[in-house]
């Protein structure tokens, strides 16, 4: 039986996790943490995480950024190892994440859903094929309207994947308004549209003369993530010191 401990119990992630958990004989929740305390759970829910002294083997993240430096602290020091899901980190805890993974076993993902994860290992060859013909990369994403981050986590782990397999050549761009010139070729445009209750759609678009490629993921419920963070969470119990990631879960 793996104990989880759920970061940002609350939330919308929080709830279908704790829901998805219920009925799994292979985990459970031993306690949440969350700055709401508006919800019977089922299990002890902790407002100033400093507090939770409950035992778990695994700690899953779905807060917010602001709550992230707490979080990473508190699972070094207790070395319960943290599946990291909450998108929109600084650069400087980008770097912390990476130092704490030297101490305690950390698994982080922009995205959970094996589809997503399958995508970031085909646009290696993609972009491998379509980049020296030239082609045009764009990613579109969209979300819900009660998203706080842009462009989303997923859009950038996207495009990294594809700037990893072509040796950072691509620079990032978010805003086209403000310069009034054609596009470079090592440009990678992100856009983000966000309205409603989308879930998650993000398309990644090789443009060429005369043709263009479109990849696309469609997330239709939040369960894809949640499936993809309790599995990740059974692979990282007992996990030594580490940065580990969703690669690594599916195989
Ligand atoms: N990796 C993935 O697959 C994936 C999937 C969905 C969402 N996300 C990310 O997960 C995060 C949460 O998403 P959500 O839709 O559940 O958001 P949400 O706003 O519904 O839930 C966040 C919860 O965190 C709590 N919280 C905020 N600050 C906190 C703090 N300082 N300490 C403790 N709890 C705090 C809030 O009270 C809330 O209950 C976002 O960053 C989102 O982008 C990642
Ligand atoms: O609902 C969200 O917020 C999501 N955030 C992640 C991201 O920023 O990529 C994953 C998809 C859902």
Do not use: W
């Amino acid at each position: 039986m793996v104990r989880i401990i759920m970061h940002g119990c609350n939330g919308k992630m929080g709830q279908v996790i704790t829901g998805l958990v219920a009925d799994d004989p292979n985990a459970q929740i031993v306690a949440g943490i969350d700055i709401a305390d508006n919800r019977d759970n089922g299990y002890p829910v902790f407002t100033d995480i400093k507090k939770c002294d409950v035992a778990a083997d695994v700690i899953v993240d779905f807060a917010a950024a602001v709550a992230v430096d707490a979080l990473l602290d508190y699972s070094v020091e207790k070395q319960i190892p943290v599946v990291l899901c909450t998108t929109g980190l600084s650069d400087e805890q980008l770097a912390k994440v990476k130092e704490c993974s030297a101490k305690v076993a950390i698994l982080k993902s922009a995205n959970m859903s094996l589809g997503i994860n399958t995508l970031m290992k085909l646009l290696k060859d993609a972009a491998n094929v379509f980049a020296p013909a030239g082609y045009d990369i764009e990613i579109v994403e969209k979300h819900h309207n009660q998203k706080v981050d842009a462009p989303s986590g997923t859009a950038i782990a996207l495009a990294d994947s594809i700037n990893e397999a072509r040796g950072g050549e691509y620079e990032y761009v978010y805003d086209r308004s403000q310069v009034r010139k054609k596009r470079d070729k090592k440009e990678l445009g992100i856009s983000a549209v966000r309205g409603g209750t989308i879930v998650g759609e993000h398309e990644v678009i090789f443009a060429g003369i005369d043709e263009v490629i479109e990849f696309k993921h469609t997330a239709y419920s939040k369960s894809v993530f949640a499936k993809g963070a309790v599995e990740a969470a059974k692979f990282l119990a007992g996990k030594p010191a580490g940065m580990y990631d969703m690669a690594d879960v599916i195989g």
